[in-house]
């Protein structure tokens, strides 16, 4: 069933492929640099969250926050798609444009349901304050991503087409790897993702879990290597705060089954200052 239900949203995201691709012509007018000039990106990461290990420290319930729905997020969630640079730095809030919810309207559902937030706080945005997560991914690295991405719209739509292509979760449970707090070697998750995917990943832990995991893609948006140097297993381990043995946690939702939409909202405005987005 789950699996059904990605392929649905898959095609979704490809008939909004289309209509972006429709419209490219459209779009080559593009808006200046703000503040001083940030060279052209060299890759692109799509970094992944698993919920499993940062929904487990939920405290407070808010409609917007995915930890809190009755149903556990048992997949990798979208963070964002971020340009970066070989030397490990990276561009942030290249251009004047502010986000706008009616241009990816037609991939809320998909979003809403792998591209949720996982905090009821609200993120900062480069251009209007605070705003929806979507709004600070895009702001913040959308605007960084050209030549490849144009508009808002193909920026989402390019994360969603490679987060299905390259099912991160699919690969694991493929190799062997389950989702249930069993402990794994950080070796034996990274040689999966990269003889599935074609490309090592960068991995970040907290306490022992997998809080995140990057693929990355060159400018073509094929697969490459996330790390630039030769480092060992071992290196990635101690760089990355991961140890050896390494776990894919399951969580149990703060909001039972029965909870009612009311009850969520009544948390909308509560904000939780650990847990501002800062990536």
């Known amino acids: 069933m ?3 239900t ?32 940030q060279r052209e990106f060299d890759y692109f990461a799509l970094s992944l969250q698993w919920p499993g290990t940062i929904c487990a ?11 809190c729905r009755s149903e556990p997020l048992q997949w990798f969630t979208i963070h964002g798609l971020w340009p970066d640079y070989d030397d490990g730095t990276w561009p942030s809030c290249c251009r004047h444009t502010e986000f706008e919810m009616d241009k990816i ?20 945005t ?10 600070h991914e895009w702001e913040k690295h959308g605007t960084c991503s050209a030549p490849v991405v144009q508009d808002e719209l193909q ?7 490679l987060y299905f292509k390259y099912n991160v979760t699919e690969m694991l449970s493929s190799g062997g790897i389950q989702t249930n707090g069993k402990e794994y070697a950080l070796s034996d998750v990274i040689d999966t993702i990269k003889h599935a995917f074609g490309g ?7 306490r022992g879990s997998v809080e995140e995991l990057r693929l990355c893609f060159d400018k073509e948006l094929k697969p490459r290597d996330c790390l630039t ?16 043995k390494i776990t894919l946690p399951t969580y149990d939702p703060l909001v039972l089954a029965n909870s009612t939409g009311e009850i969520m909202t009544q948390f909308d405005d509560f904000e939780v200052s650990a847990a501002l987005y800062t990536a």
Do not use: M, Q
């Not at 309207?105 to 900062?124: A, F, G, H, I």
């Not at 480069?126 to 709004?135: E, T, V, Y």
């Not at 090592?200 to 907290?206: D, L, R």
């Open 2 to 4: 789950a699996a059904a």
């Open 6 to 37: 990605a392929r649905k949203a898959a095609a979704c995201v490809l008939v909004v492929w289309a209509l972006v691709a429709a419209g490219l012509g459209s779009v080559s007018a593009r808006a200046p640099l703000v503040g001083k000039p």
């Open 57 to 67: 420290n939920t405290r407070h319930c808010c409609s917007r926050n995915g930890c």
């Open 105 to 124: 309207l037609p991939l809320k559902e998909t979003l809403d349901k792998y591209w949720p937030s996982l905090y009821c706080s609200s993120p900062s």
């Open 126 to 135: 480069c251009f209007s304050g605070k705003g929806p997560f979507w709004a």
């Open 155 to 161: 920026y989402f739509t390019i994360a969603l087409d």
């Open 200 to 206: 090592a990943p960068e991995i970040v832990c907290k």
């Open 229 to 244: 140097t030769s480092l060992t297993n071992e290196n990635v381990s101690r760089r990355k705060h991961c140890p050896r």
